[in-house]
């Protein structure tokens, strides 16, 4: 199933309260059937989840359009935005109203909210990613197996995931080493920078990777019980895969594909190594569920919680309808 979604030329005003998903092909997720069974399941009565989708790296003025659209539109509630995370928020800094700390500090916009006091920009994967982490990495992993991470793509999944491994109140649960390659050196340098401004003593590596083979490379270089991470969008948002069919997965390594849709060849990539190499696999489908709940409370002003009978409640019924 495709919903219809718009684009910044095609925005018109919402005729009951709405939230927005900003993405590059909104149309073919999941949320399309879960919101509405949500929705009547939190009580938030006649509500509506619209896509917008744009293009990867879209023009500045396209993410302008949208925001200030929303902005202005009386209906339109907030957004969660996948993908555009940095570029929307270069975009538009000078359009919201307040930033919050993660935001200003990562550089990023996944959540906007209206109140009356204007319009408020969150970056919401460091907790959503956290959530996500903790459901299949246990306490103390880290230190006890000396396991290193390997994020392909330097987009905001990736600082958020960077930023909570390094946190110093982890103390010596912290990979040894970070490394993270990208296609551009231009992203490389921002999640640079982000980095530089963490109070944090986790080893971090930035690898300008233009072809398959720098990522399979990267790879090989894990120790065993290393977290990998297919954090560039391929496999959903364009085909394909970041590494060659010649890549071997760390011995007892985590594998973990940020998306939950599409072609998914890296997933197939790993589940073909999964006996062998014994690796422990995921999806995105977790971080799915927990990203947006965290942004339709906050969009709704409501109390979702992270665990328990009303988290169970609300996965159950996005299976259903997955």
């Known amino acids: 199933m495709t919903v219809p ?3 910044s030329q095609t925005l018109r005003p919402a005729d ?3 939230l927005y998903f900003i993405g590059v092909t909104t149309g073919r997720s999941s949320i399309q059937r879960v919101f509405p069974r949500w929705a009547e399941h939190l009580g938030l009565g006649d509500v509506h989840l619209q896509g917008v989708d744009l293009p990867l790296h879209a023009d500045p003025d396209q993410y302008r359009r949208v925001v200030e659209f929303i902005a202005s539109d009386e209906l339109s509630r907030g957004a969660l935005i996948t993908t ?3 570029d929307l928020y270069r975009a538009c800094a000078d359009l919201f109203d307040t930033v919050d ?3 200003r500090m990562m550089g990023e916009a996944s959540c906007l909210t209206k109140t009356e006091s204007g319009l408020h920009v969150q970056a919401k994967d460091p907790v959503t990613c956290g959530l996500a982490l903790d459901a299949f990495i246990p306490p103390g992993y880290w230190k006890d197996t000396g396991a290193e991470v390997l994020s392909m793509g330097a987009g905001g999944s990736t600082t958020a995931i960077s930023w909570y491994l390094s946190q110093p109140e982890r103390g010596a649960d912290r990979p040894v080493r970070f490394t993270v390659t990208d296609t551009s050196a231009e992203r490389l340098h921002h ?3 982000v980095h530089a401004r963490l109070p944090n003593h986790t080893p971090f590596d930035y690898v300008f990777a233009p072809t398959l083979e720098h990522n399979d490379r990267a790879l090989g270089r894990l120790p065993a019980g290393s977290l990998v991470v297919n954090a560039t969008g391929l496999g959903k948002d364009g085909p394909g895969s970041p590494i060659t069919a010649a ?5 007892q390594g985590r594998v973990w594909e940020l998306n939950y849709r599409g072609d ?3 997933l197939d990539q790993a589940r073909a190594q999964q006996e062998e190499r014994q690796l422990r696999i995921e999806d995105g489908w977790v971080y799915f569920l927990h990203g947006w ?3 339709i409370a906050e969009v709704f002003d409501i109390a979702i919680p992270a665990f328990g009978e009303e988290f169970d409640a609300l996965s159950d019924l996005a299976r259903a309808a997955r």
């Not at 890549?247 to 011995?251: G, K, L, M, S």
């Open 293 to 295: 709940m965290q942004h």
């Open 16 to 18: 009951r309260p709405t």
């Open 191 to 193: 999640l640079h920078a």
């Open 84 to 86: 555009h995370k940095i």
């Open 5 to 7: 979604t718009m684009t």
């Open 264 to 266: 998914l060849v890296f």
């Open 101 to 103: 700390a993660h935001a």
């Open 247 to 251: 890549a071997r997965f760390p011995e």
